[in-house]
């Protein structure tokens, strides 16, 4: 069995079922987590927002264009600040967002349990891992 493999299998499975849960809610998994950004970081830029996503710009523009369109989010620019977005949630946004939230739950979490691990070490775990692959792993070897 392969660590990484597994790791990349479980996160697709987890990413599909929730489209499949936000998709009634108007919303893509990278909107909803868009929103959970903003609510966290008001403020911040329309590139920030991309880069916290881990898409490019071009698909966070898209992404904060849905977000403004559907009255989840304004852009709070000073007048004459060009292209540049400081993105707030609405009322409507955070509210979304919480709704959402409450929508996909810890299921994970009572898998974990289910199979007799405590979620927040396996959390701790893989927050670990995480560090140190960053840490250690460059894309250029």
């Known amino acids: 069995m392969d660590l990484a493999f597994e790791l990349h299998d479980l996160v697709r499975t987890l990413d599909r079922w929730a489209e499949r849960i936000l998709a009634p809610?108007?919303?893509?998994?990278?909107?909803?987590?868009?929103?959970?950004?903003?609510?966290?970081?008001?403020?911040?830029?329309?590139?920030?927002?991309a880069t916290s996503l881990g898409v490019t710009e071009a698909a966070g523009?898209?992404?904060?264009?849905?977000?403004?369109?559907?009255?989840?989010?304004?852009?709070?620019?000073?007048?004459?600040?060009?292209?540049?977005?400081?993105?707030?949630?609405?009322?409507?946004?955070?509210?979304?967002?919480?709704?959402?939230?409450?929508?996909?739950g810890t299921s994970l979490d009572d898998n974990a349990r289910a199979i007799g691990l405590d979620p927040e070490r396996l959390a701790l775990t893989i927050r670990s891992l995480?560090?140190?692959?960053?840490?250690?792993?460059?894309?250029d070897g």
């Open 25 to 49: 809610e108007g919303l893509t998994y990278n909107q909803y987590v868009a929103l959970v950004i903003l609510g966290q970081h008001p403020g911040i830029t329309g590139r920030t927002l």
């Open 61 to 104: 523009s898209g992404i904060v264009k849905a977000l403004l369109g559907a009255g989840f989010v304004d852009n709070q620019a000073a007048k004459g600040s060009g292209n540049r977005r400081e993105l707030h949630l609405t009322e409507a946004g955070a509210e979304k967002a919480d709704h959402c939230g409450r929508l996909l």
């Open 130 to 139: 995480h560090d140190e692959v960053r840490t250690v792993r460059h894309p």
